[in-house]
């Protein structure tokens, strides 16, 4: 099992959820780590980025839409048996300027709140997505076998 006390992500990223009307705003990833999976916008953080800049940019990169007031509400560690590791931080909006379009790397998805296909997401999805949209801050350790997930613990945070 990682030691998450000395752990090191070789990359970090982010992912952004919009949620509105019941429905949350997801992607089936077309291209990259994930495609063929249904996720919400993100991607790596550059140097010269903040993560909340790179959730942002990610956003309007694969939806064309900018999100309004997003908040940090998460933390996510991921190590991957092949040697692959990063850490996340996640981002939820209640609203957004612009209209929601397919680009070359995602396909918009609505999806009713009640009605997530976790069964084409990562396997860790389920554990920590239900708190995002409850509004819960959250810190999530994954270790993964390529697509399957082998050990997992999610925190709640109170602040």
Same mark, same amino acid.
């Given at each position: 099992?990682?030691?998450?006390?000395?752990?090191?992500? *070789?990359? =970090?990223t982010?992912l952004? @959820?919009?949620? *509105?009307?019941?429905?949350? +705003?997801? /992607? &089936? $990833? $077309?291209r990259?780590?994930?495609?063929?999976?249904?996720?919400?916008?993100?991607? $790596?953080?550059d140097?010269?980025?903040t993560?909340?800049?790179?959730? +942002?940019r990610?956003?309007?990169?694969e939806?064309?839409?900018?999100?309004?007031?997003?908040?940090?509400?998460?933390?996510?560690?991921?190590? @991957? &048996?092949?040697g692959?590791?990063?850490?996340?931080?996640?981002?939820?909006?209640?609203d957004? $300027?612009?209209q929601? &379009?397919?680009?070359?790397e995602?396909?918009?998805?609505w999806?009713?709140?009640?009605?997530?296909?976790?069964d084409?997401?990562?396997a860790?999805? =389920?554990?920590?997505?239900?708190? +995002? /949209?409850?509004?819960a *801050?959250?810190?999530?350790?994954? !270790?993964?076998d390529? !697509?399957?997930?082998?050990?997992h613990?999610?925190?709640? =945070?109170?602040?």
């Open positions: 099992m990682t030691n998450w006390a000395i752990w090191q992500p *070789r990359v =970090r982010t952004l @959820f919009i949620v *509105r009307e019941g429905k949350i +705003l997801l /992607i &089936r $990833k $077309k990259g780590f994930g495609a063929g999976k249904i996720n919400g916008p993100g991607g $790596k953080v140097s010269d980025e993560p909340l800049q790179s959730a +942002l990610e956003t309007f990169e939806l064309g839409v900018t999100p309004l007031d997003s908040e940090q509400r998460g933390e996510l560690h991921f190590q @991957f &048996r092949d692959h590791s990063l850490h996340c931080v996640v981002f939820l909006a209640q957004f $300027k612009g929601p &379009r397919e680009t070359d995602a396909a918009p998805l999806t009713p709140l009640d009605a997530i296909p976790y084409k997401m990562w860790d999805d =389920r554990y920590w997505l239900p708190l +995002l /949209i409850r509004g *801050r959250f810190t999530g350790f994954f !270790e993964f390529g !697509e399957q997930l082998l050990h613990k999610v925190v709640v =945070r109170s602040n």
